[in-house]
Structures are given as C-alpha cells and as structure tokens.
C-alpha cells in the first residue's frame, strides 16, 4: 500500500459551519503535511507533524486547525473559512520529515460560499 | 530567498521528445524533483535527483542537472496522451518535503 487517502474530495462549506479533512496513510511514514494549492498555483506548505507532533505550522490562520491522533492519521478541523481559503488541500506523507520521499494524496477540493 | 522558475506551456506531437526546463536560486538546494499533476488529481512523484550527480534516467524519463547554472530539466521521451499534465520541478535544501519549494508547474500539451 502506497497510497495517502484522503476524504472527502471535494466539500462545499459555508462560512459559519465547521468541517473536518482527513488524511490516512498505512505505510509506516511518521512525517505527514497539509499542502494548500490555489487554481494555477504551486502547492504551499502549511503544517508539518513529525512523529505526531507538530512540528512546522506556516503562520496559518487559526481558523485551519490540524490535529494528528496517531501516526497513520492526520486532520484539518476547519471552522469560521473565507471564500478565499477555496482551493485544493494536499496531504502528504515521508518516512521522515528528512526522507526524500514525499507521497502525496489526491487532495480535498474545498469551496466557501 | 528560494525561488524556482519554470515556463508555464509546453506543446509538444504526441511520439516527440518533451524537455521541461526549471531554473533554481538557491545553492543550498540537496534534492530536485520532478512532480506530475493531472487534472483535478494531487502530486506524484516522478522522480528526483541528488545534487551530485549530472542525470538520472528512469524509463523514459530523463533528468539532467547542471549545477553551475542551477538547471534542472526533464525529458520526457515518446509523449504520449497520457503524459499530458502539470509539472511542479521542486528543491529542498535538506531533502524532506517540509522544506519544498516548488516552481510555478509546466502544464505540458500533446497535440496528435
């Protein structure tokens, strides 16, 4: 199994409701990410979890709250968006946060109304 | 600062070569890597290279690095239809995916 699952893939959530995105890897990595990708843009790096921990967060807004309750899962609790946080969330996943592997999932298409 | 700079269309007829050319700034840089995105789909990694050495080829693809110019590129023998995406050429100065700093992409084209 080399795959990073995530759900859903695409959500469509209002500005006051409150929705979780979920990521699942079963290949051992203890480094996963959450990438966020706008239309014609490069992915960018927003949370990094090493061995469970969170190790890395890219000045987000507090309205995007990653969590990570064991090694194969990680979530992004989102509450109170933007229209502009629309876009494409990537998760990924390396055997360590050093690895030079990254595998990445299919993503979650978001949209805010 | 990091920064890596592609060109943003390559059209290429299905059976010919495909080249896709990065630039990089940053000297530090370890790792280079080439990810393949398709339509509505997340990043696959195609392949990447270690900052010392010149090229690596892995089936049809091909990567060559220069790195007194800080240039990476990706050859793409045979395109096919499939082939047809988005190319992110990405650099990380420690080689994990917490440090990679991606380029713009390449959306490559086949024409048939």
């Known amino acids: 199994d080399t795959e990073v699952t995530q759900t859903p893939k695409h959500l469509v959530m209002g500005m006051t409701n409150k929705k979780s995105l979920k990521c699942e890897q079963h290949?051992?990595?203890?480094?996963m990410y959450w990438y966020k990708q706008k239309a014609k843009k490069p992915p960018e790096l927003m949370f990094v979890?090493?061995?469970?921990?969170?190790?890395i967060n890219e000045s987000v807004p507090s309205r995007f709250s990653p969590e990570c309750p064991n090694s194969s899962l990680l979530n992004l609790h989102l509450h109170a968006l933007q229209p502009e946080d629309s876009a494409l969330y990537l998760c990924?996943?390396?055997?360590?946060?050093?690895?030079?592997?990254?595998?990445f999932g299919q993503g979650t298409r978001l949209t805010v109304v | 600062g990091e920064d890596v700079e592609q060109s943003l269309f390559l059209s290429v007829r299905e059976g010919d070569s495909s080249v896709i050319n990065c630039t990089y700034t940053?000297?530090?840089?370890?790792?280079l890597y080439w990810y393949k995105q398709e339509p509505g789909a997340g990043l696959q990694l195609l392949t990447y290279?270690?900052?010392?050495?010149d090229m690596k080829q892995d089936q049809r693809l091909t990567v060559l690095l220069n790195k007194k110019d800080k240039h990476l590129s990706l050859r793409i023998a045979d395109t096919q239809t499939g082939d047809s995406a988005i190319y992110f050429c990405?650099?990380?100065?420690?080689?994990?995916?917490?440090?990679?700093?991606f380029g713009k992409g390449t959306h490559l084209i086949i024409q048939p």
């Open positions: 990924a996943s390396s055997r360590s946060a050093a690895d030079t592997e990254a595998f």
């Open positions: 290949m051992g990595h203890r480094a």
């Open positions: 979890y090493s061995y469970e921990k969170l190790s």
């Open positions: 940053d000297s530090s840089s370890t790792y």
């Open positions: 290279i270690f900052s010392n050495m």
């Open positions: 990405a650099e990380s100065a420690g080689g994990g995916a917490d440090g990679l700093t």
